[in-house]
């Protein structure tokens, strides 16, 4: 496909998927607070969403806002997020964060990608949710399900592992302002329809726009 194809696909995508899951909602249950979300997406990192709302809830029930996590107790912040895997490094990075964020920032989190990513244990995947969610910013999450997905599009390589390429990638081919939401919706997508092993072909509601089923059905 031609990029110009690739993009017309994609929206054609996008607007599929607004009516099939009209709510665009972020699996973190994060109550629309950036330091929340902040914390959250720290914690999701090799955690599945679900068990990471749960920790969250005593997490923020004893330390509520940035400034009170940033004069937390470390011992006791690495006992709430043990269950969330990684917990020293989860519990040492938020608790830092929050210190930058309350103390230094002015309670206001960065509005651009640099800026975030001097933030201790914010990667480009936290980011872009933050500038996405929060400032309404033209971003791309490139999780598993993200880059899976859009390669079984046929919008890069199947083969092609790199979150930040495709995320480049999917900012060109995605209409402006879309990606935040697209991202959201393809996440629950990917767990319904699109798995990992055993995508439901069949009963996929985007089959006639992937190339991955395209190409199957070419080939018999």
């Known amino acids: ?3 110009k194809e690739k993009k017309e696909r994609l929206s ?63 011992a006791e912040i690495e006992r709430i997020v043990k269950p969330c895997g990684l917990y ?16 230094e920032l002015d309670g206001i989190l960065p509005r651009d990608m640099d800026g975030l990513l001097k933030l201790p244990g914010v990667g ?8 996405g969610d929060v400032y309404g910013l ?7 399900h993200c880059m899976r997905i859009c390669a079984r599009f046929g919008m890069y390589r199947e083969d ?16 402006y302002g879309e990606g935040s939401d ?12 699109c798995s990992a092993r055993s995508p ?3 009963e996929c509601p985007v089959s006639d726009l992937c190339e991955h089923y395209l190409r199957s059905v070419r080939n018999g």
């Not at 054609?12 to 914390?39: H, M, Q, S, T």
């Not at 608790?95 to 103390?103: D, F, G, N, V």
């Not at 697209?182 to 329809?193: D, M, S, T, W």
């Open 200 to 202: 439901k072909c069949s």
């Open 160 to 175: 092609l592992r790199d979150p930040e390429k495709i995320e480049k990638i999917l900012l060109e081919l995605l209409p």
């Open 138 to 144: 033209p971003s791309v999450v490139c999780d598993t």
């Open 1 to 3: 496909m031609t990029k």
């Open 124 to 131: 480009r995947k936290i980011a872009n949710l933050l500038l």
């Open 12 to 74: 054609n995508i996008v607007e599929r998927f607004k009516k099939i899951y009209p709510e665009a909602v972020c699996a973190l249950e994060y109550g629309g607070d950036p330091w929340r979300l902040l914390v959250m997406g720290r914690l999701s990192a090799q955690c599945t969403d679900a068990r990471v709302n749960i920790v969250s809830r005593e997490l923020f029930s004893v330390f509520p806002d940035a400034k009170s996590m940033a004069d937390g107790d470390l």
């Open 88 to 103: 020293r490094m989860k519990a040492s990075s938020i608790k830092e964060a929050s210190r930058i964020l309350a103390y």
């Open 182 to 193: 697209f991202c959201h919706r393809i996440v629950n997508f990917g767990r319904e329809v």
